[in-house]
Structure formats: C-alpha cells, structure tokens
C-alpha cells in the first residue's frame, strides 16, 4: 500500500506551475517508490484568502487515506493549520490519523508574526489539532520572505512540533526537500485495517 502525501502551494501568480513544482518534484524524487504524492492547484494562488482555500484544503483532506502525511508550503502550511486546527466554532478537518504534518517556510499569522484581517492562527492551535500527529516545521535560514523566526511563533504555538532549521536555504529550501523526504520515509509504518 503507497502512503499518500499531499502537497499544498504557496502563494503567489505563477506559483503552481513555476515554483513550488520543483518542490514537489524534489519530494517526489527523494521519495521514491510507496508513496502517491498529491499536488493539487489550489484556487487564486495571486490572492489566496482562507475562504477560498480552507474549504478546498478541506476537503483534499477528506479524501486521503489513514496514515496520509500533509506538506504545506508558505501561505499553503499556514491555511493548512487553520484548516486542520480551526476554531472552537468549528468540527476539525479530518478524523482519521494522519501521519504526520509538515510545514515548509510557513508565516505565522498571528501575535508576533503577519498580521491579516482574514484569519489568525491562535497560541492554542497544538490543543486543536488531532493528537498524536507528529508536527515538522522546516525553514530555511536565510529566507528573505517569510523571516526564520516564524518558526519558533510555531514551535510555541505548537508544543510537541520539531522543527528545524535548514542552514543557507531560501524561502524555496533551495528546491531540494530531501532532508523532508527522510522524515517522511523514517515515519511508522501505514497502520493495518482498512484505509478509511
């Protein structure tokens, strides 16, 4: 049985297509055989808000498998977290364990990181996710578009979360997310029973 990996952009015009493909094409080629990465194109990438994304990430979501892992990469990892996490005015996301969730050069969007009239992710975000999901936050240290201590504003948030940083890399990781994909390959193994 393959386990499944979806992959949610970033923001920007261009940026399916352009940018973040060679990341996905990196994951997949580090990868390797046993793994069925997804890599949706999300709506308005020029102008993402969460009312456009949120309920498509949402049901991408729906649709994987037990065990599956969800990368998000810059605005693509914070719409991520809020649709995972939500508030407490809403039901979470996804009910089934997931294998693990990884950020990848992720804003904040909140206290001390970006501030947006249109969500914000909460100090109590790690309470509202499903227990038991490993957390992996990954940013590069010389990332000029989302500032490197975006992920310690994660790493609080989120308690349990192991992040790391990446020396010399960019916003992009430098193309290059073999150091993720070694995550991901060193997770537990898909769990027996039905996928659903």
Same mark, same amino acid.
């Given at each position: 049985?393959h386990?499944q =990996?979806?992959?949610? @952009?970033?923001?920007?015009? %261009?940026?399916h297509?352009e $940018?973040?493909?060679? *990341? ?7 990868? &390797?055989? %046993?793994?069925?990465? +997804?890599?949706?194109? *999300? ?14 990430i949402?049901?991408?979501l !729906? ?8 990368v998000?990469?810059?605005?693509? %990892?914070?719409?991520?977290? @809020?649709?995972? !996490? ?7 996301? =996804?009910? +089934?364990?997931? &294998?693990?969730?990884v ?5 904040f969007?909140?206290e001390? %990181? $970006?501030?947006?009239?249109d969500?914000? /992710? ?5 309470? +509202?996710?499903? !227990?038991? #999901?490993? =957390?992996?936050?990954?940013?590069g240290t ?12 994660? !790493?609080?948030a ?10 010399? +890399?960019?916003h @992009?990781?430098?193309?290059? /997310?073999r #150091? ?9 193994p ?7």
């Open positions: 049985m386990r =990996v979806l992959f949610l @952009q970033g923001a920007g015009e %261009g940026t297509d $940018w973040d493909d060679k *990341l996905v094409a990196s994951l997949r080629e580090a990868l &390797g055989d %046993g793994f069925d990465v +997804r890599y949706p194109r *999300l709506p308005d990438e020029d102008d993402p808000t969460a009312s456009t994304w949120v309920p498509v949402r049901r991408e !729906a649709s994987l498998d037990r065990g599956a892992v969800v998000g990469h810059s605005v693509g %990892g914070a719409l991520l977290i @809020q649709a995972l !996490a939500g508030d407490a005015t809403t039901a979470r996301a =996804v009910d +089934r364990p997931l &294998g693990a969730i950020l990848l050069a992720a804003p969007v909140g001390g %990181g $970006w501030p947006t009239d969500f914000e /992710l909460s100090d109590a975000i790690g309470s +509202r996710l499903l !227990a038991n #999901v490993p =957390v992996y936050v990954f940013h010389v990332d000029d578009t989302v500032p490197p201590a975006h992920a310690e504003l994660y !790493a609080r989120i308690p349990h979360a192991d992040v790391r940083h990446l020396p010399g +890399r960019d @992009q990781l430098d193309n290059d /997310l #150091v993720v994909a070694d995550v991901i390959r060193g997770l537990p898909l769990p027996p029973g039905p996928t659903r």
